[in-house]
């Protein structure tokens, strides 16, 4: 703790309170709600929110203020038993963003409960050797007994340090948990500049965009088996930008369910992501979208690099 300095006229000063950074690990199985309470903790959006499970593939980290201290927010991907290479490089990149961080906060949807996925989780938290909190969403739609006893047997599984009961959605709750993970950053500068909300670069961001935008369009019409990449990013003399997309599928039918009858599909899509692009790098923006068939391009190394996973070899 930073002491008090006496001025010379004798009035006592308080020096600055010493600042504090750290990570907090965002953990649990798909569609708890992760993506949701990281954008409301902290208070823009940074990581993209969709129906679909799994929509987060990488670690997304976002950057929440609380007084002196900063929270680097790591959202994770959803933790599932996987079936795929790429589904082993998400579950992979979730637990190694629980191991290197201050704080491991496991995110449980109240209403399904400690079902089958939650149980495997918690068997392999127990190994996992950093503080852990346990953060039970969507609180508004079930009785407070249940959420009780929900919390005593999760609590009876886990050493967890803190339960937090909240709404990502609404926001209930989520300024307190804000307040107690600053409370746990360790004394450090901070990490970031202090209105930067994200440290994902605006290339990735605008991908990511567009990725959700899919999904909003399309629904179950889809398969997940597709990713965006942004190609050219283009200040202009009036300060815009131009920015070119492609959209990998991997089949020719999927390429046509993404095009649409007569583009309308494309057309929609690229006006929703142009908008809240523009948004996040606060500028005109102009957005061409291209859509391509590579097959098997989640066996490619090339892709996992660029959506900042590592790839398995095995």
Same mark, same amino acid.
């Given at each position: 703790?930073?002491?008090?300095?006496?001025?010379?006229?004798?009035?006592?000063?308080?020096?600055?309170?010493?600042?504090?950074?750290?990570?907090?690990?965002?953990?649990?199985?798909?569609?708890? #709600?992760?993506?949701?309470?990281?954008?409301?903790?902290?208070?823009?959006?940074? +990581?993209?929110? +969709?129906?679909?499970?799994?929509?987060?593939?990488?670690?997304?980290?976002?950057?929440?203020?609380?007084?002196?201290?900063?929270?680097?927010?790591?959202?994770?991907?959803?933790?599932?038993?996987?079936?795929?290479?790429?589904?082993?490089?998400?579950?992979?990149?979730?637990?190694?963003?629980?191991?290197?961080?201050?704080?491991?906060?496991?995110?449980?949807?109240?209403?399904?409960?400690?079902?089958?996925?939650?149980?495997?989780?918690?068997?392999?938290?127990?190994?996992?050797?950093?503080?852990?909190?346990?953060?039970?969403?969507?609180?508004?739609?079930?009785?407070?007994?249940?959420?009780?006893?929900?919390?005593?047997?999760?609590?009876?599984?886990?050493?967890?340090?803190?339960?937090?009961?909240?709404?990502?959605?609404?926001?209930? #709750?989520?300024?307190?948990?804000?307040?107690?993970?600053?409370?746990?950053?360790?004394?450090?500068?901070?990490?970031?500049?202090?209105?930067?909300?994200?440290?994902?670069?605006?290339?990735?961001?605008?991908?990511?965009?567009?990725?959700?935008?899919?999904?909003?369009?399309?629904? !179950?019409?889809?398969?997940?088996? +597709?990713?965006? !990449?942004?190609?050219?990013?283009? #200040?202009?003399?009036?300060?815009?930008?131009?920015?070119?997309?492609?959209?990998?599928?991997?089949?020719? +039918?999927?390429?046509?369910?993404?095009?649409?009858?007569?583009?309308?599909?494309?057309?929609?899509?690229?006006?929703?992501?142009?908008?809240?692009?523009?948004?996040?790098?606060?500028?005109?923006?102009?957005?061409?979208?291209?859509?391509?068939?590579?097959?098997?391009?989640?066996?490619?190394?090339?892709?996992?690099?660029?959506?900042?996973?590592?790839?398995?070899?095995?």
């Amino acid at each position: 703790m930073a002491e008090d300095e006496i001025a010379p006229d004798g009035a006592v000063t308080h020096a600055p309170e010493e600042t504090r950074a750290g990570f907090a690990a965002l953990i649990g199985v798909p569609n708890a #709600g992760k993506s949701t309470l990281l954008n409301a903790l902290v208070g823009a959006k940074v +990581s993209i929110v +969709s129906r679909k499970v799994q929509t987060t593939r990488a670690l997304v980290r976002g950057i929440a203020m609380e007084g002196v201290a900063q929270i680097v927010l790591v959202d994770t991907p959803g933790i599932f038993a996987p079936k795929r290479r790429l589904d082993r490089a998400m579950v992979h990149s979730a637990w190694s963003g629980a191991a290197d961080a201050d704080a491991v906060c496991l995110l449980v949807d109240a209403r399904k409960g400690a079902d089958g996925e939650v149980e495997a989780i918690l068997r392999r938290l127990s190994d996992v050797k950093r503080p852990k909190i346990l953060i039970l969403n969507k609180i508004d739609l079930i009785p407070r007994e249940r959420l009780l006893e929900l919390a005593a047997t999760l609590n009876a599984q886990v050493p967890f340090e803190d339960t937090f009961m909240i709404s990502a959605l609404n926001g209930d #709750g989520v300024e307190t948990l804000r307040k107690a993970l600053a409370k746990r950053m360790p004394p450090s500068p901070w990490l970031y500049p202090e209105d930067q909300v994200s440290d994902a670069p605006l290339r990735m961001l605008a991908a990511e965009i567009t990725r959700e935008k899919i999904y909003d369009r399309l629904h !179950e019409e889809l398969p997940y088996r +597709s990713t965006v !990449e942004t190609d050219q990013w283009q #200040g202009r003399p009036d300060g815009s930008v131009r920015i070119e997309q492609t959209i990998f599928v991997e089949r020719e +039918s999927q390429r046509s369910i993404v095009l649409g009858k007569n583009g309308q599909t494309i057309k929609a899509i690229g006006q929703a992501a142009r908008i809240e692009i523009a948004e996040v790098a606060e500028t005109k923006v102009h957005l061409f979208l291209h859509v391509k068939v590579r097959e098997n391009w989640a066996d490619d190394p090339a892709r996992y690099r660029e959506m900042g996973l590592e790839f398995p070899t095995g």
